[in-house]
Every structure is written in structure tokens, then in C-alpha cells.
């Protein structure tokens, strides 16, 4: 798994958008739910905000569904995290990460992970 933020490298202003990207290759992309965590700098890891699977269906949770919206583009096995009224609390390392497909989408997340990303820095500035 490869993660990369926007263009700009991540770095965005409050209230502002960005998206991430992350491109999967290694394993069948059609049995792997894909999705995104982050880690708050001096903090643990949380667990998986958004995921996503390739028929379409998405989950995120709640503290995050108003504002992040995950998209699959499965002819390039790239899953996107659109992040948008960002806040510098979000501040973070955002990781891709896939898990095999084989529970209910809102199970997906409170699953562990089969491939971890090596992750991309967001920072909000206020």
C-alpha cells in the first residue's frame, strides 16, 4: 500500500480540503476493503476512520462521516480520502491499510488490518 497526500504535500489551512490517496498492488484489490487511520502526534494510533470496498459500499465513523468522505477507483486499485473542513486537531499521520473482506462494511473497521501503509502527514494550520 502507498499513501500519498495532495498535491501540496499536505499541508492546508483550516477549513480547507485535501485529499489523500492510496494506491494498492500486492494482493487481489476486489477481496480487500481498504481504509484510513491516523495517528496524532504523541498519541496512539486510532482505529479506522473510513473504509471502503470495491462494489461501492462505504462506512465512516461517526466523529468523522460530516466532514471525510472515502471514494474507490478500482480500474487504478486507488481508494481516496476527501478530508474537507479540516480542523488543526486533525492534524495527523494518515495510513492506508486493507483488511480482508469478509464481514459487514461497519465490522471492517473494528477489525485488524492485513497491510498497513507507511503513511502520509496531514498538517492543519490555524
Known amino acids: 500500500l502507498s499513501a500519498a497526500a495532495g498535491v501540496w504535500g499536505g499541508l492546508v489551512q483550516a477549513g480547507g480540503s485535501l485529499r489523500l490517496s492510496c494506491a494498492a498492488s500486492?494482493?487481489?484489490?476486489?477481496?480487500?476493503?481498504i481504509g484510513w487511520a491516523r495517528q496524532v502526534p504523541g498519541k496512539e494510533r486510532e482505529g479506522v476512520l473510513c473504509?471502503?470496498?470495491?462494489?461501492?459500499?462505504?462506512y465512516c465513523v461517526d466523529s468523522v462521516k460530516d466532514r471525510f468522505t472515502i471514494s474507490s477507483d478500482n480500474a487504478k486499485k486507488t481508494v481516496h480520502l476527501q478530508l474537507d473542513n479540516l480542523k488543526p486537531e486533525d492534524t495527523a499521520v494518515y495510513y492506508c491499510?486493507?483488511?480482508?473482506?469478509?464481514?459487514?462494511?461497519?465490522?471492517?473497521?473494528?477489525?485488524?488490518?492485513?497491510?498497513w501503509g507507511k503513511g502520509t502527514l496531514v498538517t492543519v494550520s490555524s
Open positions: 491499510a486493507a483488511v480482508r473482506y469478509e464481514m459487514p462494511i461497519p465490522e471492517l473497521v473494528k477489525h485488524a488490518m492485513d497491510y
Open positions: 473504509i471502503s470496498v470495491s462494489e461501492g459500499r462505504t
Open positions: 500486492g494482493f487481489d484489490f476486489d477481496d480487500y476493503a
